[in-house]
Structure formats: C-alpha cells, structure tokens
C-alpha cells in the first residue's frame, strides 16, 4: 500500500521535493567515497544542501519523511507502530572524536516522548553500555555491536545470563576471549600511525582513522585487512572513516530487528509496521528486512544522494527530531481523539 503511494507521490512530484531549508549556492557535487560520505559510522561528513546536483532526483525516488508525513500516519493508524533507531548520525551529529557524540536534551526528550506511545529500540554498532550512557533513558530497548548484544524487555525475560543481567541476548558470546586477542592484535598493528585509534564495542571492533593523515589512509587498511584476512572466524567490513571488524556469524541489524519484534510478542502479527530510521549503510539490512515485509517504513539519513533501499529520507539529525516530536505528537492527538 506504501509503495503504490509513494510511486503515485513521485509521479506527481516530480523532482520538485525539497526539504524546508532554503537551499544555499555550494561548488559542483562529485560522489563521495568512503573516507568523504555521511555513511554512517561513528565520524564526520559534510552536509551538502539541496541544491547539489542529482540531490532533488535522489530526493524523488526517497522523498522526505516529513513531507510524507501525513500519508505515513494515515497508513499507520489502528496498527501497531514499533520504533527503531541508529544512534550515531541519526540521534546525534557525526563528530570526529567518537567519545563526544553526544545527543541533545532536545533529542533525548523527543525520544522520549516516542518511547511513551511506541516501543522503542535504539540498534547501534557501539558497544550496548555506551549507547546507554549517551541515551539515558529507561524506557527504550538497547541493541549495541550492530545487534549483538540486545537487552530485551524485561517482560519478555525468561532468564539471566551470568552476570545477572536479564534479557541479555549475545549471539556471538562464544566469540569474546577472540575478540580480545583480536583488539589487542589491531592495537599494536596500527600503533605506529598517528591519530588511529580501537574503539572496543565488545562483540566488534572500530578502527577509527579520521583523525589520520590521509596519505596513511591506505597504508592503515591495508595493515588491518591484512591482519583480519588471515583470521577465518572474523570479517572486516567500512563505514565512514572506520574500519569495523566483526565476528563471522550471519547476524546483522536486521536480524535484531526481527528478533526484537519476536520478542515483543509481534513477529507474525499483521497489524504492525516497523518504522526504522538509520544513516549507516549496516542499516540496510534493516531496511531490507522492512522492505521484505512490505509494511513499514525504513527511513534513511543523509544529506547527499547514496544506494540504499529505503523508501523515505530525513537529511539529518536535526529532520529525525522534528519528526520524532511529531510521530509523538499525531499519537498524543489520536488516544485524545478516542477518549
């Protein structure tokens, strides 16, 4: 049903779409690569306006959840709407040291006024405690290693891991005492190049290299993927200015997105629409797994044109609280309009 409308929507728009900002003059667009891009990650990247060559295209075929607004709650009402969000570059701006990515009040509050009407889960690749601590709030659901390490809600819990922490899922748990030898392994492969840095997400591994000097840039992958390619239980994968290293299961974001709804008790039930809002390309296989469903909304952040599969766009985090405050608003207004 979203689909018809939103190929209805592009027909009709055309490629006049364009998000509230005025747009301002900027040099001629090229395609970023993965040390430039907005793609997710834990690092920066430049926000190019509207008006960037093949930007209002891109925007047509991915119009923006915002001007959507009005179709996708028409779409949602009477069902049940389940939230899922990145955190990095969607909840909070893309920095250059991981260590201060911090959301703001505002964001933390839209959050949670969402998390009132909707359960909430945030799916991050850094590790689930830290996501926590930036976060702040009880009443969402924490996924941290791309989905590795979920706590579940603790309705839904049937017993404790070891260390008593209820609801904990870690599918990769086996692949811990490895993971250590890895990181160590990584701290001392790049120690010698200035401004890398490991981030330990617990179940991954980030390899930050923004800070690097780019003629080092290669030298640094190189370093890494040679390191990891000689070991068969991990694999590398890139995300913006990071190089991220993982275990070898077939585990992903989507996969905590499914698991999540079973968990909440909704994984074969009709009526719900999974509204998933992420900038990093780990993101689409949760945007894949909406897209397979045929019912939801997968919700892409960025600011340039990129490949993805989701079917709306918000350009950054200042567009994901702006909607975040109104999908909690359109909720408050429909359970007044009931009473």
């Known amino acids: 049903m979203m689909m018809r409308k939103l190929t209805k929507f592009n027909h009709t728009m055309g490629f006049q779409i364009t998000h509230s900002n005025k747009p301002k003059k900027v040099k001629p667009f090229s395609c970023p690569n993965n040390d430039d891009d907005n793609n997710g990650g834990t690092n920066g990247g430049s926000l190019i306006p509207d008006d960037a060559p093949g930007y209002a295209s891109w925007l047509a075929k991915h119009p923006s959840a915002l001007n959507m607004f009005d179709s996708i709650t028409k779409e949602a009402k009477g069902k049940k709407v389940v939230v899922f969000l990145d955190y990095d570059g969607t909840l909070s701006p893309i920095v250059d040291d991981p ?35 930036f976060v702040q709030l009880s009443n969402v659901y924490y996924a941290g290693s791309h989905g590795l390490d979920i706590m579940a809600p603790p309705r839904a819990v049937k017993a404790c891991d070891k260390k008593g922490n209820e609801g904990a899922f870690q599918p990769a748990k086996l692949f811990l005492p490895a993971i250590q030898e890895m990181s160590i392994e ?131 985090p200042s567009e994901v609280l702006a909607f975040l405050l109104r999908l909690a608003k359109w909720k408050k207004s429909e359970i007044h309009f009931f009473k």
């Open 99 to 133: 260590d201060k990515a911090f959301m703001s009040a505002e964001m933390r509050m839209a959050v949670r006024e969402v998390a009132k009407h909707f359960p909430t889960s945030i799916i991050s690749g850094r590790r689930r405690e830290r996501v926590k601590e």
């Open 186 to 316: 990584l701290e001392d492969t790049i120690r010698e190049i200035q401004g890398a840095r490991i981030e330990d997400n617990k179940f991954c591994i980030s390899v930050h290299y923004r800070q690097v000097p780019p003629k080092d840039h290669e030298m640094l992958k190189e370093k890494v993927k040679s390191l990891v390619g000689n070991r068969p239980n991990f694999r590398l994968t890139e995300g913006k200015m990071v190089l991220e290293v993982r275990p070898s299961i077939e585990w992903n974001k989507g996969d905590a997105l499914n698991y999540l709804l079973d968990t909440l008790g909704f994984s074969n039930a009709k009526d719900v629409l999974p509204l998933y809002i992420g900038d990093d390309r780990t993101d689409e296989d949760a945007f894949k797994v909406i897209a397979s469903r045929r019912e939801g909304f997968p919700i892409i952040v960025s600011s340039i044109p990129k490949d993805t599969i989701a079917w709306f766009s918000l350009r950054d």
